[in-house]
């Protein structure tokens, strides 16, 4: 191992190298990092969210963020600040200052680098606590087996030698308000060093085998990018390798078969869902890509953006108060946070006091069951 040169890129791009945050993923599939070199990242829609709130934790200002982003911001915060007073008691009513959203390498002699994306680490003395923040909801893996945060502390321990111990814990509000912390000795750190050295060292192999799995591919470029043969045989056999369930008519499938076809149910839609992106990307650059099929224009959707102005109106042509009312629907987000904006109120006041303002004049509708899997 060696201490290398970071360039200012380095301290916050991961380059073309492995970091923490594919560990589980790169554990998997040892193809993976090299499969998706170049491939550009397609963000979801939540993993938008996600950044936005990530963001602001780590100038650790809330500001433009929606009411829901400011609620698990505040929460991360409030649980963040209960982790050190359990991992520091000495230190109980201190202000600690950590270092926030900061990227540390490792590096070794035969030229491989790996590096970990740290979002807030409170130091005191010979130890430390990594806290690392996910704001989405849906279970991690928890603390002991999550690689991640394994990889965080290994790499923290490379650029500061001197610690003894290193506490790590995920922050995540929607999922848990009590996080526990795992805590790494010089000689856990020691294995699992050796264990990332083998992992890092697999992944940069030019051959490495491809396995396809869930876990491995659900954030994998190559996936999303329709490059990597191994993932299509995979997803598209996932429903039609049981012969039984395309000679059988679905109202005469045994028990069994239905939980077949629902396991592998996910796996399919997902990679239909990917094609049928990836064609429709396809027709966008190049109308003439696929025979026999073109783009056809999305229906064009308006919206009112003046409704006083519009009422004024609607009321010199006779219309009434009343009349116009009808036609208004309130959103309740957009509800709230006009009332956030007259009451200041935060959390639960703020429920209450949106409460309190609609009163009986709401009317609620369940949407359609969905199937989901039992925890067994
Ligand atoms: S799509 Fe799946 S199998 Fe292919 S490289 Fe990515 S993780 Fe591996």
């Not at 979002?119 to 849906?138: F, N, P, Q």
């Not at 957009?334 to 309190?356: C, N, P």
């Amino acid at each position: 191992m060696n201490n290398m040169t970071e360039t200012k890129e380095d301290l916050t791009q991961r380059g073309t190298h492995t970091s923490a945050s594919n560990a589980a993923a790169d554990a998997r599939c040892q193809g993976r990092h090299l499969m998706q070199r170049g491939l550009p990242d397609i963000k979801s829609e939540a993993a938008e969210h996600g950044t936005t709130v990530h963001d602001a934790l780590a100038k650790q200002s809330p500001e433009g963020l929606t009411i829901e982003q400011e609620e698990i911001y505040d929460a991360c915060n409030a649980l963040e600040a209960k982790l050190v007073a359990q991992f520091f008691p000495d230190a109980a009513g201190a202000k600690s200052v950590p270092i926030r959203e900061k990227r540390y390498w490792i590096g070794w002699a035969d030229g491989l680098r790996h590096s970990a994306q740290i979002d807030s680490v409170h130091r005191k003395g010979t130890r430390a606590l990594i806290v690392e923040y996910k704001t989405l909801a849906g279970a991690v893996g928890v603390t002991p087996q999550n690689m991640q945060l394994r990889d965080q502390a290994c790499v923290y321990d490379h650029n500061c030698p001197l610690l003894t111990e290193i506490g790590v814990a995920v922050v995540q509000p929607l999922f848990t308000h009590s996080p526990e912390i795992t805590v790494y000795t010089k000689a856990d750190i020691t294995r699992s060093l050796a264990e990332l050295y083998q992992r890092v060292n697999l992944s940069n192999k030019p051959n490495a085998p491809r396995t396809p799995g869930e876990i491995q591919c659900k954030w994998c470029r190559a996936a999303k990018a329709g490059t990597c043969p191994e993932y299509n045989r995979w997803a598209a056999v996932t429903v039609t390798q049981d012969q039984n369930l395309i000679e059988v008519p679905v109202s005469q499938w045994t028990p069994a078969m239905r939980a077949t076809f629902l396991d592998r149910f996910e796996n399919a839609q997902k990679w239909l869902d990917m094609n049928y992106a990836y064609l429709k990307l396809e027709l966008k650059n190049n109308p003439d890509a696929i025979p026999g099929y073109e783009l056809k224009p999305g229906a064009v959707k308006s919206t009112i953006i003046n409704p006083q102005a519009v009422f004024t109106a609607f009321s010199e042509a006779g219309g009434t108060l009343e009349q116009f009312m009808e036609c208004i629907s309130v959103g309740k987000g957009d509800l709230k946070a006009a009332v956030k904006s007259v009451t200041k109120a935060k959390g639960k006041k703020l429920d209450a006091a949106l409460e309190g303002i609609i009163g009986q004049n709401i009317q609620t509708k369940q949407n359609e069951p969905s199937i989901v899997k039992k925890n067994i």
